[in-house]
């Protein structure tokens, strides 16, 4: 999100993790000709940490850094060696929160600018509460896990298999079947979630309204896990659907 010192400006940022390692690739339009940016990724604690510097060129800029970090905000500042942020600090960019995500304040508060919540110096937490599976007490061989869909995806019928016998990796097989009875041309995902609520997708299948049933399979390195699927209105790698079912075992 810009603030009042680049207002015409737009901004995007895709962030990834895979492994140890984070992507984040900056996207930003609407800038004076002769901009430079300095971009941070700035802790739970306040702390930052410097990813790189980014020059606009006619107004737009596109770069990637990386970065071991796995909680942070992002800010784009003018400023050069920024070691903390606070009010009065030059600020150009903040990162807002993303869809089905919701600030948890920590050490700092979050702000709240034209109506819309920021990512302040705190925690990001998921608001999808997903129960771990305790996949390490399952039995060798396959375990079939079932989900119970209900409001918008009443009808739905779905149930997994998990094969963790190979030592470090578990073998996922999710079955959908009655698709015709959930919403059309939507994308019905698959995920993995970790204890630290780090998220692994899976696999997603389509429905086009014509198929009856259809498979997802993958594998994860979790060594304990909770599944649940969204349904997302388009390609996604994180999940941000209001509509989810997770795995139970009972």
């Known amino acids: 999100m810009p603030t009042d010192k680049a207002m015409t400006a737009k901004g995007n940022a ?11 690739d900056f ?6 000709a002769s901009s430079s940016y300095y971009a941070y990724a700035v802790d739970p604690s306040g702390k930052t940490t410097f990813l790189g510097p980014i020059t606009a060129e006619n107004g737009m800029a596109k770069t990637s850094f990386k970065t071991p970090m796995n909680q942070f905000m992002l800010v784009l500042s003018p400023t050069e060696g920024l070691t903390s942020v606070a009010n009065d600090t030059p600020i150009a960019f903040r990162s807002a929160v993303p869809k089905g995500f919701a600030v948890v304040n ?3 508060t979050s702000t709240v600018t034209e109506g819309k ?11 999808y509460e997903v129960p771990l599976l305790g996949v390490s007490g399952f039995k060798k ?3 079939e896990i079932r989900v119970n869909f209900s409001g918008e995806l009443e009808g739905l019928k779905g149930k997994a298999y ?34 630290t609520k780090e998220y692994t997708k899976i696999g997603q299948v389509i429905n086009t309204g014509k198929r009856q049933e259809s498979e997802i399979r993958g594998e994860t390195a979790l060594k304990d896990f909770g599944l649940f ?3 997302e209105d388009k390609d996604v790698l994180q999940p ?8 139970s075992i009972k």
Not at 117 to 127: C, D, K, L, R, Y
Not at 242 to 247: P, Q
């Open 106 to 108: 920590n050490r700092a």
């Open 27 to 32: 996207d930003l339009s609407g800038l004076d």
């Open 162 to 195: 998990i094969d963790s016998s190979k030592e470090g990796v578990s073998k996922i097989k999710m079955r959908f079947d009655d698709m015709k009875m959930a919403p059309k041309e939507k994308r019905y995902v698959l995920w993995a979630v970790s204890p």
């Open 240 to 247: 941000t659907s209001k509509i989810f079912s997770a795995f």
């Open 117 to 127: 919540q920021v990512a302040g110096s705190a925690e990001v937490a998921s608001t």
């Open 14 to 24: 895709r962030v990834m993790r895979m492994g140890e390692e984070t992507t984040v």
């Open 141 to 143: 061989g396959e375990t």
């Open 229 to 231: 699927v969204t349904v």
